[in-house]
């Protein structure tokens, strides 16, 4: 791993000023059924703050010009999505499938390298060395009984097996499809629960992987982000992160 680096003064106020340009009010209606004024007002400044512990840590890790892929991107990509682009001058390519949302997000990066896409990130084209898949395969919304099951809320009296084999078949063609566009060595950065599903596919394509041991805390949801590297040599045996 390369020495530590630091964000700059100026993409940290871009990052900052992109955040003060944020409808939150639109905002608000994707990310909360109700009371969404005081949820952004509690979570607007660690949003940011912890965003930028992730980017910072991003920035010795992955290589500048190359190429990240980002599932389910939203608010909280910000700050890796800016110090991506604009102190590693990579190429991002975030993806979102709530169009208000993305068209949201797009209006305060008018003027900046990253756009935001509303579509499925597997059909983007092209391969990348980075993907970030935070918050997309443990959705409640999309897999209720897959993400109870995870989180230990299932209950034995409505729990549908049925249901949950048919959510596990979507979430590993998900899977499947974003980590076959990421070339070999690559990064993903995803939750520590949602680790599992890349150590799976791995296994099941026997390609080696270490988990990180740093994790790094959210905002937005309570599970924390790990780093994983994908086809690497490993002094050691890989390992499944716990959970």
Avoid at 99 to 121: G, I, K, Q, W, Y
Wanted: hydrophobic share 35%; net charge positive.
């Amino acid at each position: 791993m390369r020495p530590q680096r630091r964000i700059s003064h100026t993409t940290r106020r871009t990052i900052a000023e992109t955040f003060d340009r944020l409808d939150y009010r639109r905002l608000e209606r994707v990310y909360c059924y109700e009371g969404g004024d005081e949820f952004w007002k509690s979570k607007r400044e660690p949003c940011r703050r912890l965003g930028l512990r992730v980017a910072e840590a991003l920035l010795t890790r992955l290589p500048a010009g190359g190429r990240s892929l980002y599932v389910g991107a939203g608010v909280a990509e910000l700050p890796a999505l800016l110090v991506e682009a604009l102190e590693l001058h990579r190429a991002v390519r975030p993806c979102n499938l709530r169009r208000s949302e993305v068209a949201t997000l797009n209006r305060p990066c008018r003027r900046l390298p990253v756009r935001f896409h509303a579509m499925d990130a597997r059909r983007v084209s092209g391969t990348f060395d980075h993907l970030w898949i935070v918050s997309v395969l443990n959705d409640p919304e999309r897999f209720p009984h897959l993400s109870a099951l995870s989180y230990g809320r299932a209950i034995p009296l409505t729990f549908n097996p049925g249901k949950f084999v048919k959510e596990r078949k979507i979430l590993q063609s998900l899977v499947d499809g974003c980590m076959s566009k990421l070339r070999l060595p690559g990064v993903v950065t995803t939750s520590v629960e949602e680790a599992n599903w890349i150590a799976d596919w791995c296994h099941r394509k026997r390609i080696l992987y270490r988990v990180e041991r740093r994790q790094f805390p959210t905002a937005l949801v309570g599970d924390p982000i790990c780093i994983l590297r994908i086809g690497v040599r490993l002094r050691t045996r890989q390992r499944r992160p716990q959970g």
